[in-house]
T-cell receptor
Framework: GAVVSQHPSWVICKSGTSVKIECRSL??????MFWYRQFPKQSLMLMAT?????????EQGVEKDKFLINHASLTLSTLTVTSAHPEDSSFYIC???????????????FGPGTRLTVL | AQKITQTQPGMFVQEKEAVTLDCTYD???????LFWYKQPSSGEMIFLIY??????QNATEGRYSLNFQKARKSANLVISASQLGDSAMYFC?????????????FGTGTRLKVLA
């Protein structure tokens, strides 16, 4: 299947700092990528839809100014957690569709995730 | 509104036996896709199998098969000949056309433990 990478795989930062997470589609172009957040032993919660060349679409309850998303190219989307606090500690996962398109019949490929710990 | 329900928070199965993980869904979309993902303790989401709403036959991928009953709105995952490496969290997901961006709706997951 298609390959999606994330960097870094884990990060520890102090409260008040900003952290940038990269999501790359390595062997296909992705006009749309998705960012999820997962708490321990819970399901994935969609945070936002990242659209190449335009603004991200955020889910209800997700702070746009807190979680900045930039989709600068067809292979790269970034999530920046601004002024991180301990409650932002979580597992962040991105996903992207393959070259067959973004329809309901196409599976998403997920990155390996980034574990963020804010001290 | 779309919804995915997984009623089994945890399941045990003996190695080499088959196990069924339940998934029911609710949607008013005429066209949708149903997916199963495996999430081992490492956290990565591994795509297992897909079923389209208009598919007449149940999907199969190696030891994985999807028991799709459209009238009952269920899409159960069947794992045959369970292996120790199958121990993981399993998520059922749905994509429909109403959202426009085809975003996933996930169930709460089922944690499967394969016993030696």
């Amino acid at each position: 299947g298609a390959v999606v990478s994330q960097h870094p795989s884990w990060v520890i930062c102090k409260s008040g700092t900003s952290v940038k997470i990269e999501c790359r589609s390595l062997d296909f172009q992705a006009t749309t990528m998705f960012w999820y957040r997962q708490f321990p032993k819970q399901s994935l919660m969609l945070m936002a839809t990242s659209n190449e060349g335009s603004k991200a679409t955020y889910e209800q309850g997700v702070e746009k100014d807190k979680f900045l998303i930039n989709h600068a190219s067809l292979t790269l989307s970034t999530l920046t957690v601004t002024s991180a606090h301990p409650e932002d500690s979580s597992f962040y996962i991105c996903s992207a569709g393959g070259g067959r398109g973004q329809g309901p019949y196409n599976e998403q490929f997920f990155g390996p995730g980034t574990r963020l710990t804010v001290l | 509104a779309q919804k995915i329900t997984q009623t089994q928070p945890g399941m045990f199965v003996q190695e080499k036996e088959a196990v069924t993980l339940d998934c029911t869904y609710d949607t008013s979309d005429p066209s949708y896709g149903l997916f199963w993902y495996k999430q081992p303790s490492s956290g990565e989401m591994i795509f297992l199998i897909y079923q389209g709403s208009y598919d007449q036959q149940n999907a199969t991928e190696g030891r994985y098969s999807l028991n799709f009953q459209k009238a009952r709105k269920s899409a159960n995952l069947v794992i045959s000949a369970s292996q120790l490496g199958d121990s993981a969290m399993y998520f059922c997901a749905m994509r429909g056309i109403s959202s426009g961006t085809y975003k996933y709706i996930f169930g709460t997951g089922t944690r499967l433990k394969v016993l030696a």
